[in-house]
C-alpha cells in the first residue's frame, strides 16, 4: 500500500511539474528573442520554477520506492506518468491529442495493469532478509 501511495504521488509531481514546465516555456519561446533574452526570461518564470520543484519532488518520491520495492514494478508503474502527462497536456495547456495517441496511453494502462498484478515485493537474499534495492546477491561459493 505504502509503494502504490508513494508512486502515486510522484507520477502527479512528475505530470503536474512537466505541465508547468510545458507552460513556462512555450511562454518564454519566442523567434523575436535572442537565446540569452529567453533564458533569462525562463530563469525568471514562476512556473518553470514551480515544475523544476515538481519534478525534484517526483526525483525523491520515485527514488524512495526503489529502496523497498523492486525496479520492475516500480518503473512500469511509473510509466502510468506518460498517460497523466497526455491528460494534463489535453486538459491544462489544451493540447490536441489525436485517437491514436489515446490508444497509445490506453495500451500502457493495460501494460501497467499487468505489472501491477504482479504482487508488489522486494527481492531477498539467500538468508531470507530483505535487500531494500531489490539487487540480488550470490551468496560466497
Known sequence: MKTAIVLTLAILAQAA??????????QTASPDHSWISMLHQAVTEPAIWLGTVLVIAFFLLHAATLSWADLSLVLPASSFGYVVNVAFGHHFLNEPVSPLRWLGTLFICVGVL????????TTEYGDGSSSGGGIERQAPR
Open 17 to 26: 511539474g512537466d505541465t508547468l514546465l510545458s507552460k513556462g516555456m512555450k
Open 114 to 121: 499487468v505489472v501491477s498484478r504482479s504482487g508488489i515485493r
